[in-house]
């Protein structure tokens, strides 16, 4: 089944730059990537549909995150001091859990669809569904889960990177971001790993 850590070095490198002499930083404790990627990791671009975001976690799903926890609403300079155990919680709880990843048999489809939701919001769910051939009502439950595991991986995989590379050409920021899109998607590679500038990871 698959597992969510495995995203991780590939986020603090399309999030952060974390990558070192041929990939040298990617084969570090993900702790030691992280303290990499806060140095970098922070952006506020008012082209950015997310705003402000530290490490690909936007200040809106912070928030969330805060409010479910019973905490007091974070600002901006909060999010910028974001920690490990927080920051691997979100990705965990309001991203993967979102697809009951870790009842995923292929880790490729685990891979590419929870980036979905983390790139592009709850809505990726309806949009997969569609894929895979089940209700589209935005809830991953039995039905999805075991349509999922028995579709052919590859081609359920190459179908569900060609709807999320039309839904990027029609993006409001595809103007500036597109072909850093594309190339974090196409580094997400069908059997599991990532393909990181020749490098598999």
């Not at 950015?48 to 805060?66: F, H, S």
Request: charged share 25%.
């Amino acid at each position: 089944m698959a597992d969510f850590t495995k995203m991780i070095p590939f986020i603090f490198h399309f999030a952060a730059g974390v990558y070192g002499n041929n990939g040298s930083e990617l084969r570090l404790s993900v702790n030691k990537q992280f303290e990499i990627a806060k140095k970098t990791g922070w952006s506020n671009d008012p082209d950015d549909p997310g705003g402000a975001t530290m490490i690909d976690v936007t200040l809106g799903a912070y928030k969330e995150y805060c409010r479910i926890k019973g905490r007091e609403t974070p600002d901006k300079d909060q999010l910028r001091n974001i920690s490990f155990s927080e920051w691997t919680e979100i990705l965990k709880t309001m991203y993967w859990d979102c697809w009951h990843a870790d009842k995923i048999k292929y880790q490729g489809l685990a891979n590419i669809l929870v980036d979905w939701i983390w790139a592009s919001g709850k809505g990726s769910i309806k949009r997969a569904q569609r894929i895979i051939g089940v209700k589209d009502d935005g809830i991953v439950g039995c039905l999805t889960l075991t349509a999922l595991n028995n579709a052919d991986p590859k081609l359920l995989f190459n179908r569900i990177k060609h709807a999320r590379i039309k839904h990027y050409r029609n993006c409001k920021g595809a103007w500036k971001y597109l072909n850093g899109w594309l190339r974090r998607l196409n580094s997400i590679q069908p059997d599991g790993s990532f393909l990181i500038h020749n490098i598999l990871f």
